[in-house]
């Protein structure tokens, strides 16, 4: 008998990960450097990229603290997505306020960009609406019965 996700409670399994990933991009921006790259035009794709990463990784999960039923209706992802862009919105302008780092208007749109992309995948890709509530991990079985 493996472990499974919807068996959780709501507020581990849609919540948590939410709030996590919103500290995450809370406590990376708080910094004054990430990571130097030499390149400039490296560091730009580098920095963009994580942007548009992080807030599609966001939109998913502020989907499924939306839609604990999972369903894919345009009011619930627009909303998934507007939050998302707001959280953009006020991480840039918690940069102003970061010694070394300043708040930049391409970023919130690298942010709704991905928030964007995301929202547009849940609707074609049937997998990012069942995962990870579709996993059966065996080894928490195991886990239980040694403990």
């Known amino acids: 008998m493996g472990f499974r996700l919807e068996l959780l ?3 581990l399994r849609d919540m948590a990960p939410l709030v996590f990933w ?3 991009i809370f406590v990376l921006s ?5 990571i130097k790259i030499e390149d400039a035009a490296d560091e730009k794709i580098f920095y963009k990229t994580a942007h548009f990463v992080a807030y599609a990784v966001l939109a998913w999960l502020w989907w499924r603290a939306l839609a604990p039923q999972r369903q894919v209706a345009w009011p619930v992802l627009l909303l998934a ?3 998302a862009a707001l959280y953009g919105i006020s991480d840039e302008i918690h940069q102003l306020f970061v010694p070394g780092r300043h708040g930049q208007v391409a970023d919130v749109l690298f ?5 964007w992309a995301m929202i547009l995948l849940i609707r074609r890709i049937n997998w990012l609406r069942t995962w990870p509530d579709s996993l059966n991990l065996p080894w928490w079985g195991r886990l239980k019965r040694e403990v």
């Not at 708080?30 to 990430?34: G, T």
């Not at 942010?111 to 928030?115: K, L, N, P, R, T």
């Open 111 to 115: 942010d709704a960009a991905g928030a």
């Open 81 to 83: 997505f507007a939050l």
């Open 30 to 34: 708080a910094q004054s450097r990430l």
């Open 9 to 11: 409670p709501r507020w």
């Open 22 to 24: 919103m500290l995450l």
